[in-house]
């Protein structure tokens, strides 16, 4: 009997019954439960960490048009989008091939090593990218840094874990707000800082490492800032589950499992085991995940263009339909846009998103996007002031549009699965999406320079062409947000 006592005190729960010691998620699902409160810390943790990965990721294309030009690849001037696009897509298709196994690891053993590994491959390829010195350095650099940066679709799970029910779509929004302003940042840190010994020659001279590598001291400010933040990380708190599955006893009245028999215990806990470890259903099967990530590609494939797209057609010369802007000038409109960005999605968003639901928020961004890309060669026929304004305004509305899309998906898709599937779930995400925006840049910047060699064509001549296609990309987005095509989860 002593024995029988003693293997039924072994079956029966803890005080709290649902939490394991030594398991980092149950530390944490505890840690929200006595404190219902927003953990604004750890919101201001997460959105730093992002912002490291998205700053890398479009910081080049304010000069990327000038560093191909020194390159001195391109045989005319129009061909240089051509060679762009190639540096552009690198980054993107070096994640596609990693996407899926990162976020696999990132279920396996946990949410944190991942993140804290993607932070030190922005210190190191970064770094490298900027002392680049010729094309196919460049193109290895940027698709060495896409391979080993995988912590976007981890931590998009480890928002929709960190936080509460109530405070979910705000995580969420935290990670796309942090998101779109890295793209946007991170382009007006290049456009600022790319070379500094011509911009601030009292600063830096020519013969200085800056002046030899004109492209380096961006690329040293972003990595400098994500080797900071890597030491940092290592203080977040893990949020995946590390107990074994036979650990477990269901949520029973402490009452009955006392009175219970040692025998019905045992036969419940082995009945409980073996369907926990029925086998889960394929992700691929997963209608409500798939068809939002298949939404969530589409837009992608536009968002990626369009940044490329924006910073070519901003910094060509005003002969081949561009506004001829210095990458400084570049670098300004897009701060602009990164705080018109951050006071939406933090003020705003998660009102807005509560009220009208993410798929109807998708769909009225998307449509919105489509009369304000169609002005863009109308608003670069003006000149001066009136130019600088609508400039802008165009270009936070975009932003804040595009970010919007994001977030709402980024929602569904979190919804569509379990905790113990979000980091596939998320690689798979990553995996397409990382697929379609490396063809945003290369057919981004083939078009781009292809459209600059019809000035005088009949319909759509000169840049006109390549907002109009950008349309066509989103408008198909936009119907792809309706059923049969995209489905949530029941």
């Known amino acids: 009997m002593a024995g029988e006592e003693e293997q039924k005190q072994r ?3 803890k005080k709290n019954k649902d939490y394991y010691d030594g398991c980092p998620g149950c530390k944490l ?11 604004v810390k750890l919101l201001v943790s997460m959105w730093i960490v992002v912002l490291v990965a998205a700053l890398p990721i479009s910081s080049l294309f304010p000069f990327l048009y000038f560093m191909i030009r020194d390159f001195h690849i391109a045989e005319q001037e129009e061909d240089i989008g051509f060679y762009a696009g190639y540096v552009g897509c690198a980054f993107m298709l070096g994640r596609v091939l990693t996407s899926v196994p990162w976020g696999i690891a990132a279920d ?4 944190k090593p991942i993140i804290i590994f993607g932070t030190i491959s922005v210190v190191v390829f970064n770094t490298l990218f900027g002392l680049s010195v010729n094309f196919w350095m460049a193109v290895a650099t940027r698709f060495l840094l896409g391979s080993m940066n995988g912590l976007l679709g981890p931590i998009k799970a480890y928002a929709s874990e960190l936080f509460r029910l109530e405070y979910q779509a705000l995580g969420i929004s935290t990670i796309s707000t942090a998101w779109g302003i890295g793209l946007i940042i991170g382009p007006a840190v290049g456009g600022f800082l790319a070379q500094p010994a011509e911009k601030y020659p009292s600063i830096f001279s020519k013969d200085s490492l800056f002046g030899r590598f004109p492209y380096f001291l961006p690329c040293l400010v972003i990595s400098s800032f994500a080797a900071v933040v890597s030491v940092a990380c290592f203080w977040l708190p893990e949020t995946l589950h590390k107990h074994p599955v036979s650990e477990k006893v269901e949520d029973a009245p402490y009452e009955h499992l006392e009175t219970a028999s040692l025998d019905s215990i045992v036969e419940e806990t082995v009945q409980e085991n073996t369907s926990a470890k029925a086998p889960k259903k394929s992700l691929l099967r997963n209608w409500p995940l798939m068809s939002s990530i298949i939404v969530y590609c589409v837009f992608s494939l536009h968002d990626m263009a369009y940044s490329e797209i924006f910073s070519l057609w901003a910094v060509s010369p005003r002969r081949l339909g561009g506004l001829s802007y210095t990458t400084k000038d570049v670098g300004s409109v897009l701060s602009i846009s990164g705080f018109g960005l951050l006071v939406f999605q933090t003020c705003l968003y998660p009102y807005v ?12 961004c ?11 060669p109308f608003i670069g026929m003006l000149s001066g002031f009136s130019l600088s304004v609508l400039l802008n305004c165009a270009s936070v509305t975009k932003n804040v549009l595009a970010i919007s899309i994001v977030t709402c998906l980024f929602i569904i898709q979190n919804r569509a699965v379990e905790q113990d599937q979000r980091g596939a779930a998320n690689g798979i995400a990553m995996t397409t999406m990382s697929l379609f925006k490396a063809v945003g840049p290369a057919a981004g910047g083939a078009l781009f320079s292809w459209a600059q060699k019809r000035q005088d064509a009949a319909l759509l001549p000169g840049v006109g062409m390549i907002f109009f296609m950008l349309n066509g990309v989103e408008a198909i987005a936009v119907l792809m947000t309706f059923r049969p095509f995209l489905v949530t989860a029941g």
């Open 353 to 364: 998103e509560r009220l009208l639901g993410p798929i109807l928020v998708t769909r009225i």
């Open 108 to 111: 396996r053993y946990g949410r």
């Open 11 to 13: 079956l029966l729960p």
């Open 366 to 376: 998307g449509v919105l996007s489509i009369p304000l890309l169609a002005s863009y």
């Open 29 to 39: 699902e505890r840690t929200k439960e006595m404190n219902p409160g927003l953990p």
